[in-house]
């Protein structure tokens, strides 16, 4: 419709103004408001149940109830820092330290002592007043040298117009304006910004040094039942009955926290430096009752010994954290391992995922029977087989079918309690010894020398330096065994001690772990001690190492059933132990979830195009590469050659094999054919006819008498060549089905097919004695 306003004049004449527009209801017109108010309300409650904003309006709300007391502590706090500031300047202007030494000393007729303390406090009187004649001159030629530089600044200024100075004079005034500007803008802000920092300062020296300033942060919280700060914790330490403890508390004494109470994890986090007559071990003796005063049980509260035997370091986890399981394997859908960074095993105690060292390392497990060793056990060889290099044997000293699904992935298997089982883990631990020293002879042929396996190394398949892990469970039957027990304790012992260096792994797990069931030399010598629940200090430091249970790393604090899979362990990072809740790998009632990892880690193996763990040395003798070929391959059709060419030239064909070498190498192998390196216009080169001459002295050397051993060729007679140390055939006792159980490895399963094998693989992947690797030579 039209609707008619009021007249206008425009150039004398009346115009009729005209406007659309259109009649709306009032419901129209409040409807929109309406539906935005509930929209609004409903960002807003979703704003307020934040946490953030939960927790901050929770710390409003007790801040406020407690702004009174607040205000009169730190007010409190105020003056008795000032009286704290006044009495330190006293001292230290009044030397009353030294007067009172000197007072002491004249007490007791020490005459010496009060010579002493006087002529120190003359000496620390001339010190200071020449630090602070120093300070001063220094100061005054500081002054003395700015006024003189802005007094020229000035007078340049006078005399000179800003456009006819040079460019760099131009840039001195721009940053001298610069700087005047901002202290002109700053200086208004300097008196009260001093003033609030040495309010601040003086509240934080007049504070409560015992409890901290835990009172004011914390608020009406949910969590307040986990919450452990400087003051709760001297307070449970002064109710410990330590009769030291209690008299430098009662005297007024301060505890020192050289590591003030922190979040650490799923826990706290506290050391302290305990007064004169107390050690960290006379609180570890008393966890129960320090666990009782903080609230906590015994398996939350962990009191040790810190660097010094006078540093308590203590844990406290937050309640119920550790009552929980570890959860699910991080590896157990997807994902490969490198054996030389470790293998996922658990959590620790502050919740961080934990890496079990292998390369390096040796292992005891143990604990009560059904506390989850086994477990621990099978997850680091599962974790183990992801590694494509890594060649597994396992040995089951008893009837336990914990290790069958493995199977398919084990080099060497058995299980059983008979005679043959234990003669089989002996001669195992004996190919160890013997691949050991093979190891330690190609290392020593290596360019460099390297004193241990790298992972470099172990991925080149030529030198047979692949990982070897050997787990056997049950071990105390095989220590104990009555023909062969002495010699396995031999065995391992060696293994341990010298195996670590080239990628030899021995993982000993036993429900037994006393002085007659482990021998002492391998408790001393393993670099990883687990311990589950266990039934006194004896079997706690047979698995942990002597001392530990004085220092309080205790598994006896661990309850049967309560406290099943999760173990005290030493030495699997550079904390002094962690507590660990191990993985859980189920293979019972039905349910197997090892089988599908052994299924992806045996599909790993065969996507490598050669895997050290399962074919190497199973390639009947390769042919070493011959250097003396390659070098006239690499140089042939030309005169001379610089013998850094020949080098990159070496490396381009051969990356492997060459990568490692060096110019001394290269000089070396040629010295060692014959040929001498020559010098051509200031660079040393190779001369293809001293090549093509030290090939021909080969092959003339060659066409002499040969003797054929054992498929190796000799020149000359060099009579019978020796026997090999491994028999590379099935043993005897395996043909005639002993009583103990033997699983081969190679049998198809219903869900994995067998395992490939190369032509002419042998029943292990050692070599013989005797053969130094294909790079040797």
Known sequence: MTHQDDHEKQGGALVRQVLDGEFVSDEETVAPQQKSLPMIKTAVRSLADLDGVVRARSVIAYRARNAPRDVARLLWFLTRGSGRWIARGWRWASYADLRADARAARMTGDVQARRTAQELIRSDARARWAKLGIFLRRMLVGAAAVTALLVLLALVDAVLDRSAMPGWLQAVYAVRGALTAAVSAAWPWVPPLTVAWLVGAAVWEGRDRTPGAGWLTRPDRDDSGSWVDERMITRALAHLGIAPLNSFLKGGGELVYTVAARKDGDGTQAQIRLPLGVTAEMVSDRRKVLAANLGRAS??????????????????????????????????????????????FG???????????????????????????????????????????????????GESPDFEPLAPRLRRYRMGMDDSVAADAVQALEDLLNEMERRGRVLGEQPGRPPKVSRRLADNHRLGLHPIILSIDECHELFQHPKHGKRAAELAVKLIKRGRKYAIILLLATQSPTKDSIPKEITRNVSCGTAFAVADHIANDGLLGSGRYRAGVRATELKMHTDRGTCVAVGVTHNSFELVRTFYLPFEDGIDEVTPVIARAIANMENLPLTAGWTLKEIENPAPVDHL??????????????????????????????????????????????IQPRKSDGAMVVRFEDVADAIARRRLESDGAQTTVDGRETSGSQGSFPSPSLDLAPSASQHEHPPGRTTSPHESTPTTGPIPRSSGQASDSLPERGEAGPDSG
């Open 299 to 344: 398996l939350e509260t962990w009191p040790t010994t810190g660097e010094e035997d006078g540093v308590l370091d203590l844990w406290v986890a937050d309640k119920g954290t550790l009552s929980g399981g570890a959860g699910e394997w991080p590896l157990l859908h997807d994902g490969t391992v490198d054996v030389f960074e470790g293998v996922p």
């Open 347 to 397: 959590l620790t105690q502050r919740g961080v995922v934990i890496n079990a060292p292998l390369i390096g390392s040796n292992w005891l497990v143990g604990g009560r029977p059904g506390q989850g060793k086994t477990n621990l056990l099978r997850v680091l060889m599962v974790g183990a087989a992801l590694d494509p290099t890594a060649e597994l044997w396992a040995f089951v000293m």
């Open 629 to 674: 070929n390659d070098l006239r391959s690499v140089i042939e059709g030309e005169p001379r050659v610089r013998t850094q060419t020949v080098l990159a030239r070496l490396v381009a064909l051969n990356p492997k094999e060459y990568e490692p070498w060096t110019a001394r190498d290269l000089r070396a192998a040629l010295l060692g054919f014959g």
